[in-house]
Structure formats: C-alpha cells, structure tokens
C-alpha cells in the first residue's frame, strides 16, 4: 500500500514556542492531505483539509492562526502549531488519499506533542 | 450527516477465542467501509475495507461483510493472538463528504495468553 511519513515522531517544547509537524507521501502524490488530533483513549478528530496550491480547510472549532497548514508540494503538508500550550498537547496525525475512485486514506504514524 | 457508532470497549478475551466488534453506520450516500488498526503508540493502519454492498473485506484473519441492509460492517477474526492486542477503528468514507472519513469511537481489544 502506500506510505505516508510523518516528522517529528515526537517533540518536546516550551509553552509559547512554535512547532511544525511534517506529512510525506513517500511514493504518491496527494492533492489533499488530512490532518487528526488524538487525544488519549480517544478516537480521532479531523483539523483540516490541506489542499495544495489552495487554503487548508478547518474543521468547526479549530483555530485557524493556531494551526497553521501549507500544503507546499502534491508530496508535503505541514501542520505548525503556534504558541504552544500545554492543552495542545496530543498526538496529530496526518492522513493521504491513494487509489482513484476506490480510494483509501493511508496514515502516517503519527507526532506526539508534548508542550511543558 | 454521516456516523459509524462501534461497541466501546475494551473487549477482553483469551489467546485463540472468537472476536467480534460491531460497527453500525449511517450515511446519505454510498460510502465505504474500513476497519483500521492502532497499535500502541503508533498511527492507524488500514486493516481492510469494502467497497459496495456485499463486499467481504479480508486481511490477516480478520473479516468483515457490508451489510446494506442492516447498515453494518462487523470486523471478526476466528482465533486471535495476543499480538492482536490494539485499538480497532470503524470508518466510512463518503465521496458525497469528499472522500472524508468519520470514524467510530475505536474499541480497545486485549488479548491475554
């Protein structure tokens, strides 16, 4: 199937720093990326849409300026986190559409976010 | 809109016993089903997926069968192992949503020798 990588697999920070997760399809070119927010024992919550070439899309409730998105290529999107706190804390998870009209969502394994 | 209701767990059973974890869905559309796995730790992985009525997904010993008449896709597995211990996800994907996906709440399974 096809891949998806995610970096950092996991980031300590400083409350106030900025952080930025990246999402790779490693052998597909994705026009659209997802990215999730998990919180422990939970199921995932969708953030957004990232579109390449086009502003990311965000879910109700998701604050635009603190999760920045840029879809920079058809192979990287990234999630930056900015002025972190420690509620954002979780684990992001990011997913790519593979496989035309049957398409399936591959994910990556996912970046923990610990915000001191 | 569109939902996937699953049973909550943690389901618990025995090395080698009989598993099955309910998914039930509700869709506008003619979605498709998946069942994705989480491993501690680590990010959900595509266990199997079916795409029309009747369809039967397969993979690893587990199976599931789209029932469009009682909305269902319940994942089962004749023996599991310890090493199936992880979170089980339901999800349905809708090209009417653009292809997004809705997930169930997620059923922890442990497995114990």
């Known amino acids: 199937g096809a891949v998806v990588s995610q970096h950092p697999s996991r980031v300590i920070c400083k409350s106030g720093t900025s952080v930025k997760i990246e999402c790779r399809s490693l052998?597909?070119?994705?026009?659209?990326m997802f990215w999730y927010r998990q919180f422990p024992k939970q199921s995932l919550m969708l953030m957004a849409t990232s579109n390449e070439g086009s502003k990311a899309t965000y879910e109700q409730g998701v604050e635009k300026d603190k999760f920045l998105i840029n879809h920079a290529s058809l192979t990287l999107s990234t999630l930056t986190v900015t002025s972190a706190h420690p509620e954002d804390s979780s684990f992001y998870i990011c997913?790519?559409?593979?496989?035309?009209?049957?398409?399936?969502?591959?994910f990556g394994p996912g970046t923990r976010l610990l915000v001191l | 809109g569109d939902s996937v209701t699953q049973m909550e767990g943690p389901v618990t059973l025995s090395e080698e016993a009989f598993l099955t974890i309910n998914c039930t869905y509700t869709a506008t559309g003619y979605p498709s089903l998946f069942w994705y796995v989480q491993y501690p730790g680590e990010g959900l992985q595509l266990l199997l997926k079916a795409t029309k009525a009747d369809d039967k997904g397969s993979n690893k010993g587990f199976e599931a069968t789209y029932r469009k008449e009682t909305t269902s896709f319940h994942l089962e597995k004749g023996s599991v192992q310890v090493s199936d211990s992880a979170v089980y996800f339901c999800a349905l994907s809708d090209l009417n949503a653009g292809n997004m996906l809705t997930f169930g709440g997620g059923t922890r399974l442990m497995v114990k020798p």
């Open positions: 997913s790519a559409p593979f496989g035309g009209t049957q398409e399936t969502q591959y």
């Open positions: 052998d597909f070119q994705a026009t659209t």
